[in-house]
């Protein structure tokens, strides 16, 4: 990332307004406005947009775990402002250059008793604030432990919320969409476990989380920049329609540790009006740190396919012989006998390459390839994997010189089985192993419980562990991919060769049962809020129970599948389905072999939270536009107006649709391909079925397009 | 280690007795006689000594987590007996080859109604028995939580006992000397804390626990063989006599995770009456593994000194600036403001290299040598040290060139503060450091509550981890002398490489307050059972009072700490006083110069445990012997034969000795050197003062002794 135009207007008036009851920061274009109040020394903040409140006085402060609390007695002690106006181009995105411009609120607090300093730092945007607590060096306050965090979130109604219930340890839930009122109520009712599931409270959700009130106001509450700290989840309160800061604790119950000088990380809001606003904001982004990878030319957006889905839907195996009790150390697994339906093997492998490169993917994910699978999971034990052995029947170096020769990489797996010590003891010798092996991206992963017993996915100790992992894998110029892993905060900023994540529930759960096909219409707006996901999207055979043991359909239709490559945005973007699948369908597999993982433009066009989303992209290395549409779990017209493109230009449009008669449920598959020519003044509307959506690829017309007549269905 | 003589004579009879009620084993000279009985479906075992019961009928067995108990309703599948003779050589030890001979009842259960193996294995030798769970591969175990392992110790009466306090996190107590049922009431009036204490009840106590019933039969309880299990502590029931085991918990309660196929350590229980056999006993290697390690021609004993002592009584500082609130990752020392008192500064180091040198020793440790002791304790924190950059003051490279060109080499120290993740994503990074600059031992330090937070120092987590750091270390050719650690079980033997423990109350208490003078009599009764202790002896300057904010006085006279390097085995001994107070007695001195580390011969002339210990032995590379006596804080004579010494030779022995009026309280530096001719039937006896001791040098007698007389006060 480099800054190609900064302007920061600082306006550090320290103000020594001891009796300053309140101050206010507005956005730039003053349409948001968060007051600061000291109220009877109690800090407390409020925000409103377009004149009206969004959130009602709330309290801000800590319980400590040995120290009397920081929620009371403080005195101001001056208050400074500033504002700041920057553009910087990020290393991969959703467009070129992202504008960052805030006012700020530095506000000095001191607790006049104690001696101790906490200050509050607000910046606001024009799609939102963030505020943080920052604690300087200071004498009375070095080292504490904070029993909990109470920032408070004060709502002003019942707002619809699209929410998932809070869990220590996983996001991996399909979300609700209810009122705040009734969500305590569902989530008792709702009994959902996976590999490692902790939830603490009917009440208790998850960010990102995205409301919308009476009124019409969009509402998002996630964090950014969450480094050294615990995660934040959020507790309701129906009597007083609040949330509250709700952390995840350690092994033994403590919520976070901290050390003077040291910030918090920003408890933010994104607030529109305009549902589409919600997904052009880059305020997660900009709240974060710049770059600080020096030299970012290794960084690439990967277009992949794996041996993933065969291994997910229980078509093949992650290990090679039986299952049964192991233990690595003692386990000779050339001696073992062979169950013959291991997935990774060298003919398998070879098999994914010869498809993959033919269609110009870059790499190819193998998972199963390195010894211990056989006992892998659900002991909480502690050496699972050495992340350096090869299976017998995967010949590693053979298989990358046969990816290279087909110009492809294959892509490493580290699976961790959550095992967190052991994966640091052997983490630097597999890295090297992946540089000495050609390897240059990683999906890492962190299934079942936490080892060290007693920590969780989602704790402090736990995100300095993902931190880490990335930050050493930059040095081995590696990028990370890390499933299971606490859900993104913006690092991807300050380190991009995090280059994506799950925490969520990604395209795995269609073979585990299905995901609410309005799943896709809600993660742009909340969970991808906090950085891309590795969604794995491109099933094209979405009944699986010819797959014995397998009793799944995929609740999805085939082009809402090819949309998702463009309305999930992500760097690193994944054909998940199988060859022999793809082979099926190859027409509207052209779709996905089309779209870009990189852009310089993006349009968001339709949105609406749970309801249906429409985005427009402008590949990086030519002037094409992608567009995806998805809908939920209701048939929809969707229509698109072409305005993104370039005026007095003829382009050409393939529209891969719903079939007439297609149905999530009924009939997935069943999709039209059509062609068209477009201008800057087409629009068109586009059918989706229930759980459905369309894609659509435009390039400019050339000479040759001169028989191509006008899209159909415009309007 | 080399076996150089083994003979197995296996009598490997499998009994199908399943209607065997009792089955007993007797050692090799027939002495020792231990009997496992089923008792309907209860594992029991009881222990004889010369024909009367030591350890009475006592239950075995476990409390699970999650599973039905592994206590009754067993059924005998067989069982089968062996015998053993061996000789082996250690790399290190007080002689050249060990007897490791013993006989064998292994005894096979099936816990009837859940269809779950559990073996008895119990060896018992001239010296004691071990006996150990074994849990074979099987289909109804694989995975299992230990809530609580119940083996018990019935004991025969209210024996006096040498014991401290249990605690998960330290054995650095002074010893109490009580009859067992006093314990509980002296433990509850006993207050003592120190950087992490975990006590679990006022009837716990720690092992090695050496007992001494009223019929004069000396029992020590350990264990051997602590391998990826939690400590085990001892809880006394006065009402019972028993002790039962009491495991270390982990974070969230637990005390062992196991699968099979797996063993516990050894249970084991020295038998004598006479004490001098307990201090001869090698039950406890025996009972370990052989060497692991292929080549240990690295492998060395060491002596050294230590920019040490000044740094523990306060006259310097490990510290280099001001301590205050640092960040490790923030800080650059170079321009921190030097407070001037750093003890690891170049002209120090050089200063102790010149002595050091001079008189002959291997090595000298620097403690204080690297970044970040400006705020390295007491919080719980992750990245305290980085174990590769030195301060400012010390230039590394420099300093081991200038050893090297004085004939020694630094000696390393990593303190992790207790912060174990920090450690190991450190580890192999600076052992590689050492290797690159020339070290090739080690001292490392856990001080502080461990980190992960809710672990302790003795639970299986922790052991794991000390048992990797001492692999590890293998690897790059490191010996490691581990303080803060689990008490040694014998793991020396297949790990050579562990040259040191702390493990109890070292020298440093000295300068804390003090230690009980009897402390150094109990030691090797119970401490050293389980291997050598880095007691860091040879104090010479006793009032610490001249030291600016040091109050305490060295409970021992200086004639006791020269009888130290002698009746404290070690392959690894300090000289662990500064180089000006040896001058003021260099006379003295002259002892710790010429003592060796390394032994051909041990012979253990008087024992009482608490009151006095006479051990003599024999330097591995001439014919020179040295003795070493101590006492309790009672003065006594203690009479030496040199009936060790071959017939028909003439020796000079030099002895020194407490002066007439020395005392550990009024006069503890007051000393008498003298000399004489012995043969190997001189007796001479010796007044050792309160706290005090002697030493005495035996060489052959040259022609140049002829006007040496006979050593005076030979009976």
Redesign the interface.
Known sequence: MKRIFAMLVAALVATSAMNLSAQTVTSPNGEIAVTFTLNEGTPTYSVDYKGAPVILPSRLGFDLNGAEDLLGGFVLGGTETATFDEVWEPVWGEELSIRNNYNELLVRLTQEATERDMNIRIRVFDDGYGLRYEFP?QREL??FTVAEERTEFALTGDHKALWMPGDYDTQEYDYFDSRLSEMGEIAAAHVSTNSSTTRFSDWGVQTALTMKSDEGIYITLHEATLVDYSCMHLLYNPDTKTFSSWLTP???G?KA?L??PCVTPWRTGVITDDARELLASRLTLNLNEPCAIEDTSWIKPVKYMGVWWELITGASNWSYAEEG?I?LADTDFATLKPHNNHGANNENVKRYIDFASKYGFDQLLVEGWNVGWEDWFG????YVFDFVTPYPDFDLPALQQYAKEHGMRLMMHHETSASV?NY??HM?RAYQFMVDNGYNSLKSGYVGNIF????YHYGQ?MN?HYL?AIQKAAEYKIMVNAHEAVRPTGLCRTWPNLIGNESARGTEYQSFGGTHPHHVTILPFTRLQGGPMDYTPGIFRMDLTNIPGNSSKVLSTLANQLALYVTLYSPLQMAADTPENYERYIDAFQFIVDVPVEWSESRYLLAEPGDYVVIARKDKNSENWFVGGVTDDNARQLAVAFDFLDEGKEYVAKVYADAKDADYATNPEAYVIYEGKVTSKSQTLISAARGGGFAISVREATPADKRVKKLKKVL
Chains 1, 2 share one sequence.
């Open positions: 060096r070095t080292y350690d092994a033994i403590n540790y050390q003077t009790n233990k002991q909480h034990k502690d010590r640091e003891r630097e060290p017993r007693g920590e100790l300095n880490y």
